[in-house]
């Protein structure tokens, strides 16, 4: 490593010391398990919403065809199925069953446009905050029935999971924005 290189890691690791430090002089603050899951789920949503809006209703059967995309989903079907997977997890944490068009993961195949289809996924997203407003500290590690497949699954691992998912098919999304001149919000 070049000396500047050095010197910069020297001085960023003291700001940070310094930064810890005075932190340390500070009260403990303390986020519930709820606050800090609904924080980010709150983030992946202003993504998902974010990327859902920005596409041009004209585009949301986008899919993309050169190269090794070969029977991907299209950008509406992308949406759709994070929306599903929402449906279900958030239907096991409740302990419901889930809508009977979320259980192939795909949603409705009567939603198509694109309003139709932003409404499904924020719709999702209500249901899923509506799921993780009653996890606690307590029902944290408890093993619930998973929804995909046999098995058990906590309640802290399937809102993992859920932002995961998401998060990966907000990636593919961007892609396909990026693929029709379209700048992702987060990226402006």
């Given amino acids: 490593m070049s000396k500047m290189r050095w010197m910069l890691a020297a001085l960023f690791l003291c700001a940070y010391t310094g930064a810890a430090l005075a932190q340390a002089d500070k009260p403990a603050e303390r986020h519930s398990v709820n606050e800090t899951l609904e924080k980010r789920l709150g983030g992946v949503?202003?993504?998902?919403?974010?990327?859902?809006?920005?596409?041009?209703?004209?585009?949301?059967?986008?899919?993309?065809?050169?190269?090794?995309?070969?029977?991907?989903?299209?950008?509406?079907?992308?949406l759709k199925h994070v929306a599903a997977v929402h449906y279900l997890i958030g239907a096991a944490i409740l302990g419901e069953a889930p809508p009977a068009d979320a259980a192939d993961e795909r949603g409705p195949d009567a939603v198509k446009t694109k309003d139709e289809v932003t409404k499904?996924?924020?719709?999702?997203?209500?249901?899923?905050?509506k799921a993780v407003a009653t996890i606690d500290e307590k029902n944290l590690l408890e093993l619930i029935?998973?929804?995909?497949?046999?098995?058990?699954?906590?309640?802290?691992?399937?809102?993992?999971?859920?932002?995961?998912?998401?998060?990966?098919?907000y990636g593919q999304m961007v892609e396909y924005l990026r693929m029709n001149g379209i700048i992702p919000p987060a990226s402006q």
């Fill in 145 to 169: 029935k998973s929804p995909f497949g046999q098995g058990a699954e906590t309640r802290l691992g399937l809102v993992m999971g859920a932002l995961a998912h998401s998060s990966d098919h």
């Fill in 45 to 78: 949503e202003k993504l998902l919403l974010g990327v859902a809006d920005v596409m041009p209703a004209e585009k949301y059967s986008f899919a993309p065809t050169n190269g090794e995309f070969r029977g991907v989903r299209n950008f509406a079907k992308q």
């Fill in 120 to 129: 499904y996924l924020k719709d999702s997203l209500a249901y899923l905050h």
